[in-house]
């Protein structure tokens, strides 16, 4: 049974940082995608940045610059550094963890960027 667990969402004003933080468990296959997406509300969940098990990263335009993705194969980590957020960034922000036809899902951790 794999379990993903986000922490580190939370208020922040526009222009401040954040850290998510999310913690794989179980039988994980070693050649696997981490990664983060969104969904804002009335909206799609989007693709936000994602990383391969050998480092390889995509990004959504709109967080180029800003969010840096990283992870740490040993401790079964990812992580999203947040910089210079913006209100659009307001969203449930949600781990995810895949490999072939298998996609594993966290429940999600709430990022909200207000003055």
């Known amino acids: 049974q794999v379990q993903l667990v986000e922490s580190g969402g939370g208020l922040v004003q526009p222009g401040g940082s954040l850290r998510l933080s999310c913690a794989a468990s179980?039988?994980?296959?070693?050649?696997?995608?981490m990664g983060w997406y969104r969904q804002a509300p009335g909206k799609e969940r989007e693709l936000v940045a994602i990383i391969t098990s050998d480092g390889s990263t995509n990004y959504a335009d709109s967080v180029k610059g800003r969010f840096t993705i990283s992870r740490d194969n040993g401790k079964k980590m990812v992580y999203l550094q947040m910089n210079s957020l913006k209100p659009e960034d307001t969203a449930v922000y949600y781990c995810y963890l895949g490999w072939y036809a298998r996609n594993y899902w966290g429940q999600g951790t709430q990022v909200t960027v207000s003055s």
């Open positions: 179980g039988s994980i296959f070693s050649i696997n995608t």
